[in-house]
């Protein structure tokens, strides 16, 4: 079979997005952004957001670790040690007031278990979080909107442009699996073996970060290490030909990473994890550069496996 990646057919399956849906991410924004309001007319009660500064003592001492500037916090939420949030109830912004508190016997810091303490605080600002109304209010003040109809327009023209972006990643994605497909190549045990390690190091990493381990996982999805790892051996093989199309393309079409493209890569790198440069300098070894110049790589042959091809749209 002759290697093929130029002249490939394909639908771009294009979703328009639907009242409803605009509606439907309005009523979620409006969940997830409370109106907050600044009290200046009474002191504090339960269920006030406070933002303050406080320092820890104990015997005379100011221990590490108790001290805040700017701190938020819910009175009556418990979130704080018991005792801590009813003294700050009947305050107003600049009072200072000196909490008195019992640390729990079981406290995670062994040096304050069982201590008497205080706190210095000073408050700074009482808040009060409500619902908004699906109004015009709410387009001024979440949605940087004259009117919530202005509010609407823009956010359906942000969703139509990701379900866009979305659908032509998945084209591209298509297009070179399609490719890959007329690659003739031996893939051997050890590769799969391999790739499927590597998947489940993904899986556990994306896990860690919600505080889950693979054992928990396979629980809550009611399967076990080895179904996962026979399920991941079939992407696997693709993945393996996949990247052996794309050497290839890139080997018979002379594609190179320039400096220019590199940078911007990397600059989308920071963006995207919130970091400068000199932030990220610190992680840019040669393999981490190796793996930018492979991304680069490889969206270089997708969009010409795409300039290439022949799209129709549905």
């Known amino acids: 079979m002759e290697f093929t990646y ?5 639908t771009l399956e294009r979703h328009i997005v639907t009242a409803s849906e605009i509606d ?3 009523e979620r924004l409006r969940q997830q952004t409370p109106r907050i309001a600044v009290v200046t007319d009474r002191p504090t009660q339960t269920g006030d957001e406070v933002v303050l500064d406080y320092a820890g003592f104990c015997k005379g001492e100011q221990f590490p670790g108790g001290t805040a500037q700017n701190q938020t916090l819910v009175l009556g939420s418990n979130t704080f040690i018991p005792g801590f949030e009813d003294q700050l109830l009947d305050k107003v912004p600049g009072e ?4 008195k508190v019992m640390f729990p016997t079981n406290y995670h810091a062994e040096n304050l278990a069982g201590m008497a303490a205080e706190f210095h605080c000073t408050i ?9 109304e699906l109004d015009d209010t709410f387009a001024k003040e979440v949605g940087g909107c004259e009117t919530l109809e202005e509010m609407r327009r823009k956010l359906g023209e942000s969703l139509q442009a990701y379900t866009d972006e979305r659908g032509e990643m998945d084209l591209q994605d298509r297009l070179l699996r399609q490719a890959a497909e007329t690659l003739e190549i031996q893939i051997t045990e050890d590769q799969i073996n391999a790739a499927v390690e590597q998947q489940m190091q993904n899986l ?14 396979c629980s809550f999805m009611n399967t076990t290490e080895e179904a996962l790892r026979a399920d991941a051996r079939g992407e696997a093989t693709v993945g393996i030909r996949v990247q052996a199309a794309i050497e290839r393309i890139v080997e018979l079409e002379k594609l190179e990473a320039t400096q220019e ?15 400068t440069m000199e932030q990220l300098q610190p992680y840019y070894d040669a393999e981490f550069e190796a ?19 022949q799209v129709e749209e549905s």
């Open 6 to 10: 130029r002249g490939l057919t394909a």
């Open 291 to 309: 793996a930018v110049i492979r991304s680069v790589l490889a969206s270089k042959v997708m969009k010409l496996i795409r300039d290439a091809a």
């Open 261 to 275: 493209e590199i940078a911007q890569a990397l600059g989308l790198i920071c963006r995207q994890n919130k970091m």
């Open 204 to 217: 556990q990493a994306q896990l860690a970060q919600q505080g889950l381990s693979l054992e928990m996982y």
């Open 124 to 132: 700074h600002q009482i808040r009060v979080k409500s619902q908004y």
């Open 24 to 26: 439907h991410q309005l």
């Open 96 to 99: 200072q007031v000196v909490v």
